[in-house]
């Protein structure tokens, strides 16, 4: 058998082109008119958003599943609900994209930038661990493009130090570590859709919850404050308005 490169006259492993990108077929499509015929296109009167929230977390073995806007809105959102702000530090690999870093500045914070193993490309606990002060209340991980940081030794510092893991998982859909769902290993995990990621709808986020009580926390900060129950302009709390749209969850 030849070793010759097909570049170089061998034969070639993959004798298709890849899909179009992204792939879709007629589930996107009868979704994207189930909800253009509902007159649902808003996610707080739908269902599409919802049915997917729980679909994800069902896949993922996360108590909680909250849709998002994008991916950099999930970590803001994730930071304000874990009540990270001025004055904190939070540790983050210097191998990412923008917006692991942006989404620190945004809360106030301050980001403390250590590098990455060679080999996983992900944050290298040691030096992570060395980062702690008596500021930091968070180490941020990324698990970069399926290759998952290492858990087990983040969260050894972690509970020893008493921080918050964050889970930067923007394009780790579906990565395991040991068996666990990548989001659902630190105190909340962060995934994205924009449209060069793993799964896509164009935009859109979401984040998994270690903790079952910020579930009502999680959502009053999506929805611009509000609370389950009461007068719709009565805003309990500082948020924004996170909401995924029913197209996007129909898509998902
Ligand atoms: C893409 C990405 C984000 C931001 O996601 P958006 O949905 O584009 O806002 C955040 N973190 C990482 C690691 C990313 O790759």
Redesign the pocket.
């Known amino acids: 058998m030849s070793n010759l490169l097909a570049i170089n006259g061998g034969k070639p492993v993959r004798t298709k082109s890849y899909p179009a990108w992204p792939e879709y077929d007629e589930r996107e499509r009868e979704g994207l008119l189930r909800v253009l015929e509902s007159r649902n296109w808003w996610a707080n009167q739908g269902v599409e958003v919802k049915t997917y929230e729980e679909d994800y977390a069902k896949f993922t073995g996360a108590k909680n599943a909250f849709a998002v806007t ?4 999930t ?1 803001e959102v994730i930071f304000t609900a874990l009540g990270i702000g001025e004055g904190d530090e939070v540790i983050l690999p210097d191998w ?2 923008l ?2 870093i942006t989404a620190i500045i945004a809360v106030n914070a301050i980001p403390k930038v250590v590098d990455v193993d060679p080999i996983t490309g992900t944050i290298d606990i040691a030096q992570a661990e060395a980062a702690i002060t008596s500021r930091t209340k968070a180490i941020v991980c ?1 698990h970069v493009a399926g290759s998952m940081a290492d858990m087990d030794g983040l969260n050894a510092i972690a509970s020893k130090h008493g921080l918050l893991v964050i889970e ?1 998982a ?2 780790a859909h579906g990565s395991r570590w040991n068996g666990i769902h990548a989001g659902v290993l630190g105190d909340a995990g ?1 995934f ?3 449209s ?2 793993l799964m896509t709808a164009g ?3 979401v984040i998994l919850s270690k903790h079952s009580d910020h579930a009502a926390m999680y959502q009053s900060i999506i929805n611009c404050g509000r609370g389950e129950g009461i007068w719709y302009y009565r805003h309990i709390r500082f948020g924004g308005n996170y909401r995924m749209t029913e197209w996007q969850g129909a898509v998902l």
């Open positions: 994008n991916g950099t809105h970590l990412s994209f917006a692991t990324v930067d923007a394009h962060s994205s859709f924009q060069s990621k935009e859109g986020g």
